[in-house]
């Protein structure tokens, strides 16, 4: 069996003169939690989609498990591998959550005590048991997503894809996510995720291709990623409303580079404790230390946050 789940070669997709992606190039290994992170536009759904075989190619070879994704010759047998947990909630509203499990069980042609036990199986995944027979309209946002999670993974995939899992979700119901998504891990299930949270992205992928206008613009572990584009700290700095920017002018100066945004200026630096101090002096700012981020990378990288629409 071969460590490559998904073997990408100048991956290209248009509509009309729009390049959604733009010859791209990636593996992922077996087992392996791969992200894609990218402001809308950059190519990451559209990527995503040509993945679980939603989209054709226009250009480029595709492997997945096995099989070649170039045409659609093989996407019987591709599906039948991949689960899909999209972002739209696209559960049956009016019926259980048993229901609705038990429905989507008979696509994968299982026999009637497979089925059943399959369905058990995911109903505890997704810690749904008290509610197995509750209608889904009636289930929290955290709960819905769960029972996404556990549909997409019925067939038993090799591969599964997740499309923005936990967006929308209160703290507590993201830790669930979470934590549902760490068993997956454990099992040595392969994922595929989008996400717009950075800590989610942080947290959850042993590697990130940040996408931006329809190519990869860098591909590494979150922590090299990190440490390649940005120094490890950051000052931030928070003005007053009707403070203008120059203030901060001499501070500016003195960092390894800076970012002016709308409601503060970050300033990079391996050493924190000068400029936060000289920033303290500041009458009407706001000063922090942190430790730099994947949005900090982002935001070099592409001009804006990974949240910024």
């Known amino acids: 069996m071969s460590d490559v789940v998904v073997r990408a070669s100048q991956l290209r997709r248009v509509y009309g003169d729009f390049v959604a992606v733009d010859g791209i190039d990636f593996e992922i290994q077996r087992g392996e939690f791969f992200g ?47 689960g899909v947990v999209p972002q739209d909630d696209n559960l049956d509203q009016e019926m259980s959550v048993f229901e609705n499990l038990d429905v989507f069980a008979r696509f994968y042609g299982y026999s009637r005590a497979e089925r059943a036990k399959r369905v058990e199986a995911m109903i505890e995944f997704a810690d749904l048991q008290t509610k197995r027979n509750d209608l889904v309209e009636r289930l929290s946002g955290g709960m819905k997503r769960r029972l996404m999670v556990a549909r997409g993974l019925l067939g038993a995939p090799e591969l599964i894809v997740l499309d923005e899992p936990s967006t929308g979700l209160d703290p507590r119901a993201r830790q669930r996510i979470w934590e549902k998504l760490a068993e997956l891990r454990r099992q040595k299930t ?17 590697r990130i291709a940040i996408m931006n206008e329809g190519k990869i613009v860098a591909l590494d572990t979150p922590t090299k990623l990190i440490a390649d584009h940005v120094p490890a700290s950051v000052v931030e700095i928070r003005l007053g409303y009707d403070q203008d920017v120059a203030v901060a002018d001499a501070l500016i100066g003195q960092a390894i580079r800076s970012e002016v945004l709308k409601d503060r200026v970050l300033l990079y630096t391996d050493d924190p404790a000068p400029l936060v101090a000289q920033a ?15 949005d900090d990378v982002f935001l070099k990288i592409t001009g804006h946050g990974l949240g910024d629409e």
């Open 190 to 206: 392969t994922v595929i995720l989008t996400t717009h949270y950075m800590d989610e992205a942080e947290r959850l992928c042993d």
């Open 36 to 82: 894609f992170l990218g402001p809308n536009g950059a190519g990451k759904t559209t990527t995503m989609r040509m993945l679980y075989r939603a989209s054709s190619l226009d250009g480029g070879n595709l492997e997945i498990l096995g099989f070649d994704a170039s045409t659609s010759a093989n996407d019987r047998q591709i599906k039948a591998k991949v």
């Open 280 to 294: 303290a002096e500041i009458e009407g700012a706001l000063a922090l230390a942190r430790r730099s981020t994947l």
